[in-house]
C-alpha cells in the first residue's frame, strides 16, 4: 500500500470514528473524556484527510501542510488529553494547550526552514511524543491495572517510538541506516499510524466499558449518597468478625445509629439539603473514628459502626464522642445552618449470635434510645446467664 493510500485509510477510519460517535447517544451526563475525545478524532480525520488531498494533488502544500498537520497535532494532543482525564487528571489543558502552540510553531518554522527533511523530523517527533503522553496517563494505573490496560501501554509505547524514530532516523541518518532505509521506516511510521488509530480507539473504548463495569461493582457493596457501604457491603465487612466472636479475645462491638427526626429536616429545608446532612454526618462521624472502625449505611437514615477489638464500656465512649459531635456540628446548607442529633444502641458481638440476632439487640437499644427521649446512647440489655437466674422465693 503506498503512502497516499494508507493517509486515505487514515482518514476513512477516523471519519468512520467521528460518524459512530455523532449516533452514539451520550445521554444526559456527557464524560468530559468522552467529548474531548470525540474532538480529537473529527480534529485527526480533518487533518489526515488534507493530507490526503495534497498527496492527491488536491490540495497545495502551502495550505496542506500548516493546517493539516496542526489539525493532526490538535487531535493526538486532545486523545492523549482524553487519556490524562480518564486517569483523573482533569487539568491535563494547562500542560496540553501550551506544549500545543510551542509544537505548531516549532513545526512551522521547520517547515520553513526545510519543507521536506525537517518537517518530516518536526512532524515525527511531536507525533510520537503526544502519543507517548497518552501512554504515560495510561502507566498511571499500571499497579492494580488490568491486563488490557497493561497491553495498551506497552503497545502504544512501542508505536509511538516507532513514529518518533522516523524523525530520530531523518535527522541522525538521512541516506538510511544499512538495510533500514528511510522509506521501510516511512511504511513502518504509517503503519504505525493505522495500528494506533485502532488500539487507542478500541482500547479506550474497552477501558471505558472496563471502568463502568468496576464502578458498578463498586456500587453493589457501596452507598452513592454518602460512599460509606451499604447494608450489602457492611455486612460482607462483618462476617470475619462474627466468626472471630466464637474465639477467646476481645470482643468486637457493633452500633447502630439512626439521626433524630430526619423527615422535619427534609420537610423544612428539601431533600437536598438533607442529603447535605447526611454526607456531614458521615464525614463528622468517620472523624471520631480508627482507620480500623467501620461504618455503613444500613437504610434511610440508619447506619453501623463495626468498632474491631472494642469491648462494650469503651464502645459506649466512642458512641458518646460521636453522638457529642454530631449534636455540636450544624451542617451549613444552603438556606440554613441545621442542627441535628443522633441516637445509638450499643451491644457486642456474641459467640453465638448470628447477624439477626445481633442487630435486634442492637435495634431494641436503638429503639430505647429513641422512646428515652432521642439523643442518646443506650447499651443492649445483656441476656441473664442461665446458672446466673436463681428463681425467686416465695
Ligand atoms: N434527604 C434524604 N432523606 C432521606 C434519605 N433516606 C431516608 N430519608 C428520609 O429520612 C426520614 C427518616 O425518617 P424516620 O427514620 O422514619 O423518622 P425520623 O423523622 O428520623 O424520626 P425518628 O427516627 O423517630 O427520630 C424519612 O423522611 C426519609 O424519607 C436520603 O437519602 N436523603
Redesign the pocket.
Known sequence: MDITTMVFVLALGNLALCAALFFFEFGGAKAPSLSTWAISRQCQAAGWLLLYFRGSGVAPDLISIPIGYGLLFAGVALEAGSLWEVAGRPRWRRFAYPLLGVSIAAFLACYWLDPIGLRVVASSLILGGFYLLGAAALALGWRGGSMLRRFLVVTLALLSLLVAARGILVLTMPGGWGWISNTLVQALSSGAFVLLMLLTAFGYLLLSREQLQQELERLETTDA?TDVPNRRGFFGLLAPWMALARRPGLPTAVVVL???????I?DGYG?PA??VV?RAMVDTCKRQLRDSDILGRMA???FALLLPRTDLLDALLVSERIRRAIESTPVKTERAMIKMTA?FGVTTIRPEDTTVSLFQRADEALRAA?QGG?NKVVQAVTPVAPEAWVAPTA
Open positions: 449518597l439512626d439521626l433524630d427526626q430526619f423527615k422535619r427534609n431533600h438533607g442529603d447526611l434511610g437514615v440508619e441516637s429513641k432521642r
